[in-house]
């Protein structure tokens, strides 16, 4: 078993100085790991564990005493972001950390071994390839990255299981604290107390460490299709971060399964959840994904997914670190996962879950209190109950006699009409403004002063819109002051509501709880207090009382809309240099606005008069505008309290092509630089003048990716980069690719073998010409799958080490076309290096010192090889 050597020996609790140990081995004797068993993808550990753990045990055993759930957490928590970022493939991530969660696993093993629970821990290095639609389209393969997998059970054994997965590994250059260490932490304290608990479980947990989730997705793909134990599992819970610290939230569920849902009902101590994020996510808005994906594709098996999501500013850089992480966080995570864990393990539904499968819950929390949830079904009967109690309360105004329902039916059109129009050219006036913003060069001056987005696209699209209904108050109805076009407004906004209401149920989404509620509470509030108004009209007495009513949807809704702002804000720092944040944040503002403001519409016809509060909304515009104009608000802040970092890329790259004869056709080496948000290098060149636009690329188009070492396939995101020449890169281990054979098959096609071996991470790029097309290959399932722009990106990884990798496809030639001149592919093949040695180069040291403080550069080493056939 090839982990036990480097990983479960040492006699050290001091996890640096195992670090540098582990390093000098793995210098010495970089093939040893490997050697000792190649053919083995998964390892039992077990046997081997119990003989070195006692060292380990007694070595650590006073540290263990007369500590807390969540200070024991924060310790494993800073030991795990201690060895710095954790690629895979670096011994910070395949054997330091691996080798702390061991020993540490081991400690609880041994503690609780007199208990009533067995634990067995396997380490697997799963071999395996897989394609998704994510990111456009998507093919990965891995091999021998790792995966931790523990199970505990009952002392008999048990033939359910329930799945809770985090994972340690991290991108390159960020320690990884809360994406996703935290959680790592918090399920080692979990397992402990399930495993010290004096009442037997029902079921077994596996508790699944994943070391290559940044690798998108990789060793839950591993565990799910490959371990012995996967065809157990009924369920999972997996534990993700968006974010940096705060409340976990639930973002997903299902598919199906209500009894996940309710079993987060009643366990869970601090309730964070909507099925509107659900259904927002699940929409594919928001750029990412994560091993939910993977289990509920690739495993059939129904989750909850879980995140933190506050914060996401920071998200993927240098500064998530774990004293940003508020141990009040890792409380409220432990506690919610051990109760809903505990819940599910004793639970008979995990049994015989497929009874249980149907249908989907409408739920959401209130205030963090209590969770609200429900069948679909009985949600649909709800809505649509909802809906018809507004279309009888409007039908009898409709039927006044005489020509008085006739007439306020007329008026009910004409002022929906109005209040439509009204929001129409309230969005067009604030994106002329965002507009503006943009071409003043100005953009995401909000990111590190969120107010001011406020007070500049909430204070126009609020004016916009009270301007308006003052204009058609004083002009077309011309009267003030009048109650019966208050009344008259408010039936506009319930109606609109009403009618979204149905829709969404129409269209069979849960979230049409939200209009449900603010259809409800305002049209019980307003038959309540119908009295009071028809006598003194919008009194003190009515307005206390009415916004009373609206407290408890506003107060939800207005919960929804900081969510909203707290994901997408922080999104839009890298969302790439295509999509303009001006635009996505002045619609955001003016719709929340709009949303927010439509059962108070009707004050503005009750009101006297409006120039105060036009005036006050006018100056704060103004006041704004000149601010941003001015550039007084810089988009972003290196300050340690709340940094709000530029993210950059920049790759250090030697490229070279060849020709169809195999000859070098060109050669060059530079800094690629790419910025991950629209204001591109517009800040960074007054610090680093050669960054400038000079030095901009663009796409050939007769390249794979363009010709550069793209490492995601996201080239239809940031179209926009930067080439500065620089000096060849000579990482330690070069690329070493070859074609192995080149045959034509019987049914007509030309099937190409090849060979590579090189760094831990690789990109593999597959351009067809014209006249020629991919017909099958040796990844995923056989079908080649193809992105946005009809190229083909392979993701590689390797854990530790890895043997040479092999692969082919086959390409078929359409004879009745003319061929080429270029041939029939090109290959390209791009090198990552990520960790150690072989990802610095003087020149990236050089630059990257002169980076503002402002900035996160992300940097490393890459080649670039094209071959064409
Ligand atoms: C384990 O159980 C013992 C006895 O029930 C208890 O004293 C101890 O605090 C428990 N430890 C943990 C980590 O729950
Ligand atoms: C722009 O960049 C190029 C190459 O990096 C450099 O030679 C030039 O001096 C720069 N221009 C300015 C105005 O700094």
Not at 515 to 525: G, Q
């Given at each position: 078993c090839h982990c036990k050597k480097t990983i479960c020996q040492g006699r050290l609790c001091d996890f640096l100085a195992e670090k540098q140990r582990a390093t000098a081995e793995l210098t010495s004797e970089p093939n040893r790991t490997s050697a000792a068993n190649p053919t083995s993808s998964s390892c039992f550990c077990k046997e081997k564990m119990n003989s070195v753990s006692f060292s380990y045990h007694m070595g650590c055993l006073p540290l263990f005493t007369l500590v807390t759930l969540s200070s024991q957490c924060r310790r494993h928590l800073e030991q795990i972001t201690s060895v710095g970022p954790r690629p895979v493939g670096s011994p910070e991530n395949e054997v330091l950390t691996v080798g702390y969660l061991l020993e540490q696993i081991e400690n609880i093993r041994v503690e609780t071994a007199a208990g009533h629970h067995q634990l067995t821990v396997d380490v697997q290095r799963p071999t395996g390839t897989f394609s998704i639609d994510f990111l456009g389209g998507f093919t990965s393969f891995y091999d021998r990255v790792t995966n931790i997998a523990v199970r505990l059970e009952p002392k008999g054994g048990a033939q359910h299981l329930m799945l809770a997965n985090c994972h340690f590994d991290t991108v390159a250059n960020s320690p990884g604290a809360s994406d996703d260490a935290v959680s790592c932490a918090v399920m080692l304290e979990v397992l402990h107390s399930l495993a010290n608990q004096s009442t037997p479980l029902h079921h077994g947990v596996v508790f699944l460490f994943n070391g290559a989730e940044e690798n998108i997705l990789q060793a839950s793909h591993g565990f799910i299709t490959q371990h012995p134990w996967a065809e157990q599992v009924r369920a999972f819970i997996n534990l993700e971060a968006a974010g940096v610290g705060g409340k976990e939230v639930v973002f997903q569920t299902g598919p199906e399964n209500p009894w996940l849902v309710q079993a987060y009902v009643h366990a869970a101590k601090h309730p964070f959840a909507s099925v509107v994020g659900q259904e927002v996510f699940q929409s594919g808005i928001i750029p990412s994904d994560t091993d939910f994906r993977i289990y509920r594709d690739f495993g059939n098996i129904p989750g909850i997914d879980l995140a933190f999501i506050e914060n996401g500013f920071i998200y993927h850089t240098k500064y998530d670190t774990s004293d940003?992480?508020?141990?009040?966080?890792?409380?409220?995570a432990g506690d919610n996962i051990l109760a809903v864990l505990r819940y599910l393990v004793t639970s008979e539904k995990l049994a015989d879950s497929s009874e249980y499968r149907h249908g989907n819950m409408v739920f959401f929390d209130l205030l963090g209190v209590v969770v609200v949830a429900y069948p679909a079904?009985?949600?649909?009967?709800?809505?649509?109950m909802v809906a018809a109690a507004t279309f009888l309360y409007l039908a009898k105004k409709a039927s006044l006699p005489g020509n008085r329902g006739g007439r306020y039916l007329r008026d009910l059109a004409y002022a929906t009409g109005i209040a439509v129009l009204s929001w129409f050219v309230t969005l067009m006036l604030v994106l002329i403004v965002a507009l503006l913003v943009t071409l003043l060069g100005r953009s995401m001056f909000w990111y590190n002063h969120f107010y001011?987005?406020?007070c500049l696209y909430g204070s126009a699209a609020m004016g916009k819109i009270i301007l308006i209904h003052t204009l058609a108050k004083n002009l077309y109805y011309g009267v003030s002051g009048d109650f019966i076009l208050g009344d008259l407004y408010f039936d506009v906004s319930l109606l609109l509501w009403c009618c979204s209401l149905v829709w969404l149920t129409q269209q069979g989404l849960c979230s049409a709880y939200v209009?449900?509620?603010?259809?409800?509470?305002?049209?019980?509030?307003k038959l309540l207090l119908a009295k009071e108004f028809k006598h003194r009209g919008a009194s003190l007495k009515y307005s206390v009382l009415y916004l009373l009513g609206l407290a408890l949807p506003y107060v939800h809704f207005m919960f929804l809309i900081w969510v909203v702002?707290?994901?997408?804000?922080?999104?839009m720092g890298r969302s790439g240099t295509e999509?303009?944040?001006?635009?996505?944040?002045?619609?955001?503002?003016?719709?929340?606005?709009?949303?927010?403001?439509s059962f108070f519409l009707h004050f503005i016809y009750l009101a006297r008069s409006t120039k105060w509060i036009l005036t006050g909304l006018g100056s704060v515009f103004i006041l704004t505008f000149l601010f941003v104009s001015c550039g007084l608000l810089f988009p972003y802040s290196g300050s340690p309290e709340s940094p709000r970092p530029k993210r950059v890329f920049l790759q250090h790259t030697t490229r070279t092509f060849h020709d169809l004869q195999g000859q070098v056709e060109s050669h060059d080496s530079g800094l690629w630089i790419n910025s991950f948000d629209f204001t591109c290098i517009q800040h960074v060149t007054p610090h680093i003048p050669e960054i400038n636009d000079s030095i901009r690329t663009s796409c050939r188009e007769d390249r794979p990716f363009c010709g550069y070492p793209w490492f995601l396939p996201v080239k239809f995101l940031s179209k926009k980069n930067w080439y500065l020449p620089a000096p060849e890169v000579s990482p330690g281990a070069p690329v070493e690719f070859s074609l192995l054979s080149r045959e034509e098959t019987r049914w007509g096609t030309v099937k190409m073998t090849f060979s590579v071996k090189g760094p831990s991470h690789m990109s593999l790029y597959l351009m067809p010409h014209r006249g020629a097309s991919l017909?099958?290959?040796?990844?995923?399932?056989?079908?080649p799958q193809f992105d946005l722009s009809g190229e083909y990106f392979v993701f590689y990884s390797h854990g530790l080490d890895a043997p040479t990798w092999i692969f082919w496809f086959e390409i078929q030639v359409y004879r009745n076309t003319d061929v080429c001149p270029e041939g029939m592919i090109s290959v390209a093949i791009s090198s990552h290096y990520f960790f150690g040695e072989d990802s610095r180069t003087a020149q990236l040291e050089e630059i990257l010192h002169?980076?503002?403080?402002?900035?996160?550069?992300?940097?490393?080493?890459?080649t670039y090889d094209m071959y064409r056939y």
């Open positions: 940003r992480i508020l141990t009040d966080s890792i409380q409220r079904r009985v949600g649909t009967i709800l809505n649509y001011a987005s406020i209009p449900m509620l603010m259809v409800a509470f305002p049209l019980a509030t702002f707290e994901i997408f804000t922080p999104i999509i303009p944040p001006e635009v996505v944040m002045a619609s955001l503002v003016t719709l929340a606005t709009i949303f927010i403001s017909s099958t290959w040796s990844f995923g399932d056989g079908t002169r980076f503002p403080t402002w900035a996160f550069p992300s940097s490393w080493v890459s």
